[in-house]
């Protein structure tokens, strides 16, 4: 006889997809500046518009559709974090790509995902005259200025009025594909690992849960939000809750440990080697507004550990273990 299926213990979301939690976001959280990188801020109020336009004109003008499978080669900003909810929105599906991958690499990656669609920064446009041909692309969209001639910028796609942002039929699917990302393939080949907007949610509700976060926190993302950690772990359950994130384009110690104190955040996540690079740029100045750290990416000493306690004495120390096939964390403990 066959035994029943086990049961699986998950968080029930207030909300089904990703989207939904921008759309929820109280008043006083929509007017808070929630958004910071090297170039911009933005408050959530303005951040909904910028998705909202970005999606409606990706669906009217580019013919994007819910299951178009897309790409980003992009650093970590305002507009990352734009066009991924954006397409989040439409239901597209997405693949995160490391910006230091070589451009043979970057096209055997689209190719095996058969994206479409690559969204990327203007920094990028010359790798991507050499990706681009043989990849099976129909066309690249560039955040800022375009740079090349194969792009169409996507600030020029964001004009639409407020009626038009809202007149197409929104992503309500929350088990359905959605991300791929790419393992290291430390072991051979690469794999893709393929997500729903539900294993990102689960994700993103423990840590919220298990870490005990609310809007007031603020966090500094250092590391690339094309991997597991950066997306999951770190961005989105701070949009979700409408908490601060100060988002860096490429991890420099001393940079992220300065916008740590400008913006007294109070969260960090990161893998043993850069909390060694974090502690070397603080030295011996002690910060009391760090209340809480994870290590994840690798084993971290006692001893590295003892010595981030010691000049940051109100944190609460966290080692986590997950993969890219876990959407983010697997383990999370003191």
């Known amino acids: 006889m066959k035994k029943?299926?086990?049961?699986?213990?998950a968080y029930p979301p207030e909300n089904a997809v990703l989207y939904d939690y921008l759309t929820d976001l109280p008043e006083h959280l929509l007017e808070k500046t929630g958004l910071i990188d090297d170039n911009t801020s933005?408050?959530?109020r303005s951040f909904r518009t910028r998705v909202d336009?970005?999606?409606a004109a990706l669906y009217h003008t580019c013919g994007l559709r819910r299951g178009t499978m897309t790409a980003m080669l992009m650093s970590n900003s305002v507009e990352f974090c734009a066009v991924f909810f954006a397409l989040a929105k439409l239901?597209?599906?997405?693949?995160?790509?490391n910006t230091k991958k070589s451009a043979a690499q970057l096209r055997w990656e689209l190719t095996d995902a058969r994206a479409e669609y690559l969204f990327s920064d203007a920094e990028w446009a010359r790798k991507l005259e050499e990706v681009a041909p043989g990849?099976?692309?129909?066309?690249?969209?560039?955040?800022?200025?375009?740079?090349?001639?194969?792009?169409?910028?996507?600030?020029?796609?964001?004009?639409?009025?407020?009626?038009?942002?809202?007149?197409?039929?929104?992503?309500?699917?929350?088990?359905?594909?959605?991300?791929?990302m790419y393992t290291s393939g430390t072991t051979g080949t690469p794999k893709g690992a393929l997500m729903s907007q539900k294993n990102l949610l689960q994700n993103a509700l423990a840590y919220i849960?298990?870490?005990?976060?609310?809007?007031?926190?603020?966090?500094?993302?250092?590391?690339?939000?094309?991997?597991?950690?950066?997306?999951?772990?770190?961005?989105?359950?701070?949009?979700?809750?409408?908490?601060r994130v100060v988002l860096v384009a490429r991890f420099k110690a001393d940079v992220v440990?300065?916008?740590?104190?400008?913006?007294?955040?109070?969260?960090?996540?990161a893998v043993p080697?850069?909390?060694?690079?974090?502690?070397?740029?603080?030295?011996?100045?002690?910060?009391?507004?760090?209340?809480?750290?994870?290590?994840?990416?690798?084993?971290?000493?006692?001893?590295?550990?003892?010595?981030?306690?010691?000049?940051?004495?109100?944190?609460?120390?966290?080692?986590?273990?997950?993969?890219?096939?876990?959407?983010?964390?697997?383990?999370?403990?003191?």
């Not at 029943?4 to 213990?9: E, G, I, L, N, Q």
């Not at 740590?260 to 109070?266: D, K, L, M, Q, S």
């Open 273 to 334: 080697a850069v909390f060694s690079m974090l502690l070397d740029a603080q030295g011996s100045e002690t910060d009391p507004e760090i209340t809480m750290a994870v290590c994840g990416g690798g084993p971290i000493s006692d001893a590295l550990i003892r010595r981030f306690c010691a000049v940051n004495p109100n944190a609460a120390f966290y080692r986590a273990y997950g993969m890219t096939e876990t959407a983010g964390a697997a383990v999370l403990g003191l």
């Open 135 to 180: 990849s099976g692309l129909r066309g690249v969209c560039f955040a800022g200025e375009a740079g090349a001639a194969l792009s169409v910028p996507v600030t020029d796609l964001g004009t639409l009025t407020a009626q038009e942002a809202q007149d197409f039929p929104a992503m309500d699917d929350p088990e359905a594909p959605f991300l791929l």
């Open 4 to 9: 029943d299926a086990p049961d699986f213990r």
């Open 91 to 97: 239901g597209c599906m997405v693949s995160c790509l």
């Open 42 to 44: 933005v408050t959530y």
């Open 53 to 55: 336009r970005l999606a």
């Open 209 to 243: 849960d298990l870490l005990h976060l609310v809007p007031e926190e603020c966090t500094v993302i250092g590391v690339p939000m094309f991997h597991i950690t950066g997306l999951a772990c770190l961005m989105l359950p701070f949009v979700m809750l409408g908490a």
């Open 257 to 269: 440990y300065a916008r740590t104190r400008a913006f007294h955040a109070n969260h960090v996540h």
